[in-house]
């Protein structure tokens, strides 16, 4: 079984569209985060939730919303997508926080045109 | 949160122990070095963390000096399929605070 799962893995959309990515950990773990890498590789966190309550909330348009309908899992959803945000998306989550082994999943690339 | 410093690049030989070192000079008393690997098209792995000294694992060895300003990432007898982006963070013993990836280094083996 895959421990964080993400879906869909490739997500390929028109400028102006909303779109979701979804995340699932059955880790048992109560954090949960999304990171966005850009092409030049840069990982940055965007959002972090424990219990379902959002802890991190980095300086991301308001686009992004994350929800998190409980703490196995957190999901993305973008409203009025730009170019720029074409990038691959990752879902991780931990035990708690911090110093705690982050375990991302695979990872969903998405490409506005 | 401390800031890291890592080579960008490094190449090495199949069969070859690769050191990778990493900087961060504003280690604070209560901060973890953590290591992860990332493959391509992958999320990042954790590979190994440390406080002190020295620690190893099944895949790797990390080594710290006493006074914690740098740390050497350890891999021993490198093979293709180590090739990979290895990033080092200081990670926080407790709290809410962020994990941040700097830009890694990517580790090339050569057959």
């Known amino acids: 079984d895959t421990a964080v799962s993400q879906t869909p893995k490739y997500l390929v959309t028109q400028m102006g569209n909303d779109k979701s990515i979804k995340c699932e950990q059955n880790?048992?773990?109560?954090?949960m985060y999304w990171y966005k890498q850009d092409s030049k590789k840069f990982l940055k966190i965007m959002f972090s939730?424990?219990?379902?309550?959002?802890?991190i909330n980095e300086t991301v348009p308001n686009r992004f919303s994350p929800k998190s309908p409980d703490k196995a899992h957190l999901n993305l959803h973008i409203n009025s997508l730009e170019l720029g945000d074409s990038a691959v998306y990752f879902c991780?989550?931990?035990?708690?926080?911090?110093?705690?082994?982050?375990?991302f999943g695979a990872g969903t690339r998405l490409s506005v045109l | 949160l401390a800031k890291t410093t890592q080579p960008i690049s490094m190449d090495s030989y199949e069969g070859q122990e690769v050191n990778i070192t990493c900087s961060h000079n504003?280690?604070?008393?209560?901060?973890?070095i953590t290591w992860y690997q990332q493959f391509p098209s992958q999320g990042p792995r954790f590979i190994i963390q440390?406080?002190?000294t020295k620690v190893t694992n099944e895949v790797a060895s990390l080594f710290i000096p006493a006074d914690r300003k740098s740390s050497t990432l350890s891999l021993p007898r490198v093979s293709l399929s180590d090739t990979a982006v290895y990033y080092c963070?200081?990670?926080?013993?407790?709290?809410?605070?962020?994990?941040?990836f700097g830009t890694g280094t990517r580790l090339t083996i050569i057959p």
């Open positions: 504003n280690i604070a008393t209560n901060d973890y």
């Open positions: 440390g406080y002190k």
């Open positions: 939730y424990n219990n379902k309550e959002l802890i």
């Open positions: 963070l200081v990670t926080k013993n407790f709290g809410n605070e962020k994990l941040t």
């Open positions: 991780a989550s931990s035990q708690r926080v911090s110093k705690d082994i982050q375990y």
């Open positions: 880790l048992g773990h109560d954090t």
